[in-house]
């Protein structure tokens, strides 16, 4: 095991190693464990991250929160087409399943449509709350309005 500080070549690796998982939210723990990158390691990059947005202007956050939101809304949309898609899939396979009177396969498919269902509901519920959330620009001019 090496220790010490390392070289600038595998700071950089280990950035865009753990970029992608910052970006995405996962936490540092999580990231630690697939990553198998010590904790204190992820840590100290996901601090430097955070300090960074917290230093950036007003102006550039709002933006990057927005587009944030944006992109969110984006990949729900994204997960929900492919649930339909499986949902329409699974389907097919169960209506052939009632044709050939397998009712094991038909129960097990049937019972695979309502876990696909129940999850499209809750991405389309997340998805409601997202929209209607109103972002910081939002909240900042209606408190300006409120003052005068």
Known sequence: MQRGRPTRHKQNKIKRILQPYYQKGISASATSK???????????????WDKKLLESEDGDFLRRA???KEKSIQALDKEIISLDYHEKEVNSLRLTAKKNGDIFNFEKLSRLILKIIDQKLKMLSTKINLINTPTADTIINLGEKNEQ
């Open 66 to 68: 927005k587009i944030t």
């Open 34 to 48: 697939i990553t198998q990158l010590n904790i204190k390691t992820v840590l100290k990059y996901f601090a430097d």
